[in-house]
Protein backbone atom coordinates (compact mmCIF):
# COMPACT_ATOMS: atom_id res chain seq x y z
CA UNK A 1 0.00 0.00 0.00
CA UNK A 2 1.15 3.66 -1.06
CA UNK A 3 -0.04 7.51 -0.59
CA UNK A 4 0.97 8.89 -3.99
CA UNK A 5 3.26 11.51 -1.72
CA UNK A 6 6.80 10.63 -4.33
CA UNK A 7 9.71 9.83 -2.16
CA UNK A 8 11.69 10.51 -4.76
CA UNK A 9 12.72 10.47 -8.65
CA UNK A 10 15.13 8.46 -10.02
CA UNK A 11 16.11 7.11 -13.24
CA UNK A 12 16.07 4.19 -15.57
CA UNK A 13 19.74 2.27 -15.77
CA UNK A 14 19.47 -0.53 -17.59
CA UNK A 15 16.56 -2.81 -19.29
CA UNK A 16 17.44 -5.77 -20.16
CA UNK A 17 14.78 -8.32 -22.02
CA UNK A 18 14.50 -11.74 -20.57
CA UNK A 19 11.94 -14.29 -22.06
CA UNK A 20 8.94 -11.90 -22.96
CA UNK A 21 9.58 -9.82 -19.62
CA UNK A 22 12.39 -7.36 -18.25
CA UNK A 23 15.07 -6.67 -15.54
CA UNK A 24 14.37 -3.04 -14.64
CA UNK A 25 17.61 -1.14 -12.64
CA UNK A 26 17.23 2.27 -11.44
CA UNK A 27 19.40 4.85 -9.81
CA UNK A 28 17.48 5.85 -6.78
CA UNK A 29 19.33 9.33 -6.14
CA UNK A 30 17.51 10.63 -2.85
CA UNK A 31 15.78 7.85 -2.02
CA UNK A 32 16.53 6.44 1.05
CA UNK A 33 17.43 2.44 1.24
CA UNK A 34 18.49 1.83 4.12
CA UNK A 35 15.63 0.07 5.38
CA UNK A 36 14.67 -1.66 2.04
CA UNK A 37 15.48 -5.28 1.71
CA UNK A 38 14.80 -7.75 -0.68
CA UNK A 39 11.07 -8.67 -1.19
CA UNK A 40 9.78 -5.39 -0.17
CA UNK A 41 7.94 -3.19 -2.43
CA UNK A 42 8.95 0.14 -4.79
CA UNK A 43 6.35 1.90 -6.65
CA UNK A 44 7.67 2.91 -9.91
CA UNK A 45 5.29 5.59 -11.84
CA UNK A 46 2.53 4.12 -9.62
CA UNK A 47 3.39 0.34 -10.37
CA UNK A 48 4.09 -1.84 -7.58
CA UNK A 49 6.83 -4.01 -7.88
CA UNK A 50 9.02 -6.08 -5.96
CA UNK A 51 13.00 -5.47 -5.45
CA UNK A 52 15.08 -8.51 -6.40
CA UNK A 53 18.58 -6.87 -6.51
CA UNK A 54 19.53 -3.56 -4.79
CA UNK A 55 22.77 -2.14 -3.56
CA UNK A 56 23.37 1.48 -1.70
CA UNK A 57 22.28 3.56 -4.89
CA UNK A 58 20.38 1.11 -7.33
CA UNK A 59 17.28 -1.45 -7.52
CA UNK A 60 16.19 -3.81 -9.73
CA UNK A 61 13.01 -5.33 -10.92
CA UNK A 62 11.71 -7.99 -13.12
CA UNK A 63 8.67 -6.12 -14.39
CA UNK A 64 6.64 -9.45 -15.76
CA UNK A 65 4.74 -9.66 -19.02
CA UNK A 66 0.92 -8.54 -17.87
CA UNK A 67 2.69 -5.45 -16.37
CA UNK A 68 4.30 -4.61 -19.61
CA UNK A 69 1.01 -4.79 -21.62
CA UNK A 70 -1.53 -3.23 -18.74
CA UNK A 71 1.14 -0.38 -17.71
CA UNK A 72 3.37 3.00 -19.57
CA UNK A 73 6.27 0.93 -18.12
CA UNK A 74 6.32 -0.57 -21.61
CA UNK A 75 7.49 2.94 -23.28
CA UNK A 76 10.39 4.17 -20.35
CA UNK A 77 13.73 3.45 -21.86
CA UNK A 78 17.43 3.83 -20.31
CA UNK A 79 18.02 7.50 -19.12
CA UNK A 80 13.69 7.57 -18.29
CA UNK A 81 13.52 9.32 -15.01
CA UNK A 82 11.00 7.57 -12.86
CA UNK A 83 8.92 8.61 -9.75
CA UNK A 84 9.51 6.23 -6.38
CA UNK A 85 7.65 5.32 -3.64
CA UNK A 86 8.40 3.15 -0.92
CA UNK A 87 5.63 1.01 0.39
CA UNK A 88 3.43 2.72 3.59
CA UNK A 89 4.67 1.50 7.01
CA UNK A 90 2.67 1.22 10.07
CA UNK A 91 2.98 4.04 11.60
CA UNK A 92 3.19 6.84 8.37
CA UNK A 93 1.89 9.56 7.38
CA UNK A 94 -0.57 9.39 5.11
CA UNK A 95 -0.42 12.35 3.18
CA UNK A 96 -2.01 11.67 0.08
CA UNK A 97 -4.70 8.66 -0.16
CA UNK A 98 -4.70 4.97 -0.16
CA UNK A 99 -2.89 3.48 -2.79
CA UNK A 100 -2.59 0.32 -4.18
CA UNK A 101 0.03 0.27 -6.72
CA UNK A 102 -2.20 -1.69 -9.08
CA UNK A 103 -2.96 0.48 -12.27
CA UNK A 104 -6.49 0.25 -13.76
CA UNK A 105 -5.31 1.46 -17.26
CA UNK A 106 -3.40 3.84 -19.05
CA UNK A 107 -4.44 7.71 -19.73
CA UNK A 108 -3.60 10.63 -21.72
CA UNK A 109 -2.61 14.15 -21.49
CA UNK A 110 -4.88 16.08 -24.08
CA UNK A 111 -3.99 19.90 -23.07
CA UNK A 112 -1.30 21.67 -20.74
CA UNK A 113 -2.44 25.49 -20.11
CA UNK A 114 -0.80 27.45 -17.40
CA UNK A 115 -2.80 28.78 -14.64
CA UNK A 116 -1.12 31.17 -12.57
CA UNK A 117 1.96 29.72 -11.11
CA UNK A 118 0.41 25.99 -11.88
CA UNK A 119 -0.43 23.66 -15.10
CA UNK A 120 -3.62 22.45 -15.94
CA UNK A 121 -3.84 19.31 -17.70
CA UNK A 122 -7.10 17.77 -19.27
CA UNK A 123 -5.88 14.14 -19.32
CA UNK A 124 -7.61 11.36 -21.41
CA UNK A 125 -9.53 8.65 -19.23
CA UNK A 126 -10.08 5.13 -20.86
CA UNK A 127 -14.41 5.02 -21.03
CA UNK A 128 -14.73 1.75 -18.58
CA UNK A 129 -12.80 4.27 -15.38
CA UNK A 130 -14.82 7.26 -16.37
CA UNK A 131 -17.23 6.61 -13.70
CA UNK A 132 -14.73 6.75 -11.22
CA UNK A 133 -13.35 9.75 -11.69
CA UNK A 134 -15.08 12.12 -9.28
CA UNK A 135 -14.72 16.23 -9.24
CA UNK A 136 -12.52 16.97 -6.27
CA UNK A 137 -12.46 13.21 -5.69
CA UNK A 138 -8.74 11.56 -5.87
CA UNK A 139 -6.69 9.78 -8.58
CA UNK A 140 -3.19 8.57 -9.01
CA UNK A 141 -1.35 9.46 -12.11
CA UNK A 142 2.56 8.06 -12.33
CA UNK A 143 2.05 7.46 -9.14
CA UNK A 144 1.29 10.95 -8.08
CA UNK A 145 -1.84 11.42 -5.51
CA UNK A 146 -3.67 14.13 -7.36
CA UNK A 147 -7.48 15.56 -7.01
CA UNK A 148 -10.11 16.17 -9.51
CA UNK A 149 -10.26 19.97 -10.67
CA UNK A 150 -13.16 18.83 -13.36
CA UNK A 151 -14.96 16.25 -15.11
CA UNK A 152 -16.51 15.56 -18.91
CA UNK A 153 -17.16 12.73 -21.05
CA UNK A 154 -13.79 11.28 -21.64
CA UNK A 155 -11.83 13.51 -19.77
CA UNK A 156 -10.56 15.27 -16.24
CA UNK A 157 -8.67 18.11 -15.55
CA UNK A 158 -5.95 18.55 -12.32
CA UNK A 159 -4.01 21.21 -11.69
CA UNK A 160 -0.40 20.68 -10.72
CA UNK A 161 1.42 23.01 -8.64
CA UNK A 162 5.16 23.76 -8.83
CA UNK A 163 6.10 21.57 -6.21
CA UNK A 164 4.88 18.85 -7.71
CA UNK A 165 5.60 19.52 -11.35
CA UNK A 166 9.41 19.75 -10.13
CA UNK A 167 9.40 16.88 -7.20
CA UNK A 168 7.95 14.32 -9.97
CA UNK A 169 8.34 13.43 -13.37
CA UNK A 170 5.34 15.46 -13.79
CA UNK A 171 7.44 18.40 -15.41
CA UNK A 172 8.64 15.87 -18.25
CA UNK A 173 4.67 15.41 -19.40
CA UNK A 174 3.80 16.89 -22.87
CA UNK A 175 0.40 16.53 -25.29
CA UNK A 176 0.55 12.56 -25.92
CA UNK A 177 2.49 11.46 -23.20
CA UNK A 178 0.66 8.34 -21.99
CA UNK A 179 0.49 7.80 -17.89
CA UNK A 180 -0.56 4.92 -15.25
CA UNK A 181 -4.14 5.90 -13.48
CA UNK A 182 -5.79 4.37 -10.78
CA UNK A 183 -8.77 5.08 -9.68
CA UNK A 184 -9.88 6.10 -5.94
CA UNK A 185 -10.02 2.61 -4.00
CA UNK A 186 -13.14 4.12 -2.04
CA UNK A 187 -15.27 4.08 -5.87
CA UNK A 188 -14.42 0.29 -6.49
CA UNK A 189 -15.75 -0.35 -3.12
CA UNK A 190 -18.66 1.57 -3.27
CA UNK A 191 -19.52 0.10 -6.62
CA UNK A 192 -19.15 -2.93 -5.29
CA UNK A 193 -21.16 -2.72 -2.70
CA UNK A 194 -23.68 -1.56 -4.26
CA UNK A 195 -24.69 -3.57 -7.58
CA UNK A 196 -26.89 -1.66 -9.84
CA UNK A 197 -26.21 1.68 -8.50
CA UNK A 198 -26.44 4.32 -11.18
CA UNK A 199 -22.89 5.78 -12.48
CA UNK A 200 -24.13 9.32 -12.55
CA UNK A 201 -25.42 9.24 -9.32
CA UNK A 202 -22.19 7.43 -7.76
CA UNK A 203 -20.20 10.09 -9.24
CA UNK A 204 -22.36 12.96 -8.33
CA UNK A 205 -22.20 11.09 -5.01
CA UNK A 206 -18.81 10.99 -4.31
CA UNK A 207 -18.13 14.35 -5.66
CA UNK A 208 -20.81 15.79 -3.33
CA UNK A 209 -23.17 17.52 -6.19
CA UNK A 210 -25.61 15.46 -5.58
CA UNK A 211 -29.49 16.99 -4.25
CA UNK A 212 -30.13 13.94 -2.15
Known amino acids: MFTGIIAAMGQVTSITPSGGDMRLKVATQKLDLSDVSLGDS ?123 MQETIIKEYKVGTVVNLEVDLIARYLERLLPGLDPVYARETLSGNSDT
Open 42 to 164: IAINGVCLTVVELDQSHVSFDVSKESLERTALSQITEGSPVNLEKALAVGDRLGGHMVSGHVDGLGKVLEMTPSARSVQFRMEVPANLERYIAKKGSVTIDGVSLTVNEVGAGWFEINIIPHT
